[in-house]
């Protein structure tokens, strides 16, 4: 029998605390840990220099959405209460609950997901379900992407721990002090052979005020460029690279569970259920298009970035209650964190990330 979130507890914070200590980091005060922990200790993010993991394979994939009732039944039901946060993306979804949905309302889920590009589930159970139960209903979307750098759970690998509080601000220190803004647009581990598809992020610990998440829709970015601009850049390719993310994670002793890889992606992608064309670029993670000279290549994709970061009409907030659970499309969006509170606040939230097809050129 799978043990309980309760169980599961007990041991945590010491063993995370450890981890973060073996990662040369500022050591977490224990004092601090016990009168002010988090919510859920399980998934306090964990380190090991020693984890290792093998290089990703190909595989086949059908997206569930394909397999969908293009009416919903199972998701949109009688009792769901739907409301839009804008025309291009976002929908936050009350009165169904993810963790009971059927195999059927699971795949709904995933066209849904396709379609608004993001979804704000409300009021879920989800965060109290266990990591069996949790990583088995999201391997439905495809294999879980095993991070190469960032915090997960001991024993868990598919967990991507996103944790910040007084003492650990790794947003921060991954863009910088020294920066006029803190948004850092981009799509999830975009340099994977196949990246990811349908998206889970689930909060835990969330400030009263801030803490949002940005999403912009690459759909509607491309749909509003020329179509004699479109032509140009359907056919392209670009470069996207795991060297950054993974230098910085030695810098600070940090693990490098995976040797990072550099991918050729389609400029331009075309979602495989509903047809979309989208741009795939994103300041994370693109560096260069195959084929450009440098000064070509850096100008081209300074007027993509500039045009999708500026494009407040098609750029939603993604803001968290209790019980909030996040599904989003990562082919077809971009997105950035706001971390606009009080340092001395937590925010602690898990991500689940299945790996799609391999891009498919518009």
Request: aromatic fraction near 10%; charge should be neutral; avoid cysteine.
């Given at each position: 029998?799978a043990?309980s979130?309760a169980?599961?507890?007990?041991?945590?914070?010491?063993?995370?605390?450890?981890?973060?200590?073996?990662?040369?980091?500022?050591?977490?005060k224990?004092?601090?840990?016990?009168?002010?922990?988090?919510?859920?200790?399980?998934?306090?993010?964990y380190?090991?220099?020693?984890?290792?993991?093998p290089?990703?394979?190909?595989?086949?994939?059908?997206?569930?959405?394909?397999?969908a009732?293009?009416?919903?039944?199972?998701?949109l039901?009688?009792?769901?209460?739907v409301?839009?946060?804008?025309p291009?993306l976002?929908?936050e979804?009350?009165?169904?609950?993810?963790?009971?949905?059927?195999?059927?309302?699971?795949?709904?889920l995933?066209?849904?997901a396709?379609e608004?590009?993001?979804?704000?589930?409300?009021?879920?159970?989800?965060?109290d379900?266990?990591?069996?139960?949790?990583?088995?209903?999201?391997k439905?979307?495809?294999?879980?992407?095993?991070?190469?750098?960032?915090?997960n759970?001991?024993?868990?690998p598919?967990?991507?721990?996103?944790?910040?509080?007084?003492d650990?601000?790794?947003?921060?220190?991954?863009?910088?002090?020294?920066r006029?803004?803190k948004?850092?647009?981009?799509?999830?581990?975009?340099?994977?052979?196949?990246?990811?598809?349908?998206?889970?992020?689930?909060?835990l610990?969330?400030?009263?005020v801030?803490?949002?998440?940005l999403?912009?829709s690459?759909?509607e970015?491309?749909?509003?460029?020329?179509?004699?601009?479109?032509?140009?850049?359907?056919?392209?390719?670009?470069?996207?690279?795991?060297?950054?993310?993974?230098?910085?994670?030695?810098?600070r002793?940090?693990?490098?569970?995976?040797?990072?890889?550099?991918?050729?992606?389609?400029?331009?992608?075309?979602?495989?259920?509903?047809?979309?064309k989208?741009?795939?670029?994103?300041?994370?993670?693109?560096?260069?298009?195959?084929?450009?000279?440098d000064?070509?290549?850096?100008w081209?994709?300074?007027?993509?970035?500039?045009?999708?970061?500026?494009?407040?009409?098609?750029?939603?907030?993604?803001?968290?209650?209790?019980?909030?659970?996040?599904?989003?499309?990562?082919?077809?969006?971009?997105?950035?964190?706001?971390?606009?509170?009080?340092?001395?606040?937590r925010?602690?939230?898990?991500?689940?990330?299945?790996?799609?097809?391999?891009?498919?050129?518009a």
């Amino acid at each position: 029998m799978a043990p309980s979130v309760a169980d599961l507890a007990q041991s945590t914070v010491e063993q995370a605390t450890n981890s973060v200590a073996k990662l040369n980091l500022k050591e977490t005060k224990q004092e601090k840990v016990e009168e002010k922990g988090p919510s859920y200790p399980f998934y306090y993010p964990y380190w090991d220099v020693d984890e290792k993991f093998p290089p990703t394979e190909l595989f086949e994939h059908t997206d569930p959405g394909l397999r969908a009732d293009p009416k919903k039944p199972n998701l949109l039901g009688p009792n769901t209460k739907v409301q839009h946060i804008s025309p291009y993306l976002g929908t936050e979804i009350r009165g169904v609950q993810i963790s009971q949905l059927s195999e059927a309302g699971l795949d709904e889920l995933a066209l849904y997901a396709a379609e608004r590009k993001l979804l704000v589930f409300r009021d879920q159970d989800f965060k109290d379900l266990g990591p069996d139960k949790q990583i088995a209903l999201t391997k439905r979307y495809g294999p879980i992407q095993r991070h190469p750098t960032s915090g997960n759970v001991k024993g868990y690998p598919e967990f991507h721990v996103v944790y910040r509080d007084a003492d650990r601000d790794p947003f921060r220190e991954y863009l910088g002090a020294n920066r006029l803004f803190k948004t850092g647009w981009h799509s999830d581990v975009s340099y994977e052979k196949q990246p990811p598809g349908t998206t889970f992020f689930f909060i835990l610990d969330q400030p009263d005020v801030g803490g949002d998440t940005l999403f912009a829709s690459q759909v509607e970015a491309y749909n509003r460029l020329s179509p004699e601009f479109q032509k140009r850049l359907e056919g392209l390719r670009a470069v996207h690279s795991a060297v950054a993310q993974a230098e910085h994670s030695k810098q600070r002793g940090g693990p490098v569970r995976r040797e990072p890889v550099e991918t050729e992606h389609p400029l331009v992608r075309k979602h495989p259920v509903t047809g979309e064309k989208a741009l795939y670029i994103n300041q994370g993670f693109t560096r260069r298009i195959v084929g450009y000279k440098d000064e070509e290549s850096e100008w081209l994709l300074k007027f993509l970035f500039d045009h999708i970061s500026k494009g407040a009409d098609f750029i939603v907030r993604a803001s968290y209650e209790p019980g909030t659970v996040v599904v989003w499309d990562n082919r077809v969006t971009v997105h950035s964190a706001t971390p606009d509170f009080d340092k001395t606040i937590r925010r602690h939230a898990v991500r689940l990330t299945p790996q799609a097809e391999v891009p498919i050129p518009a």
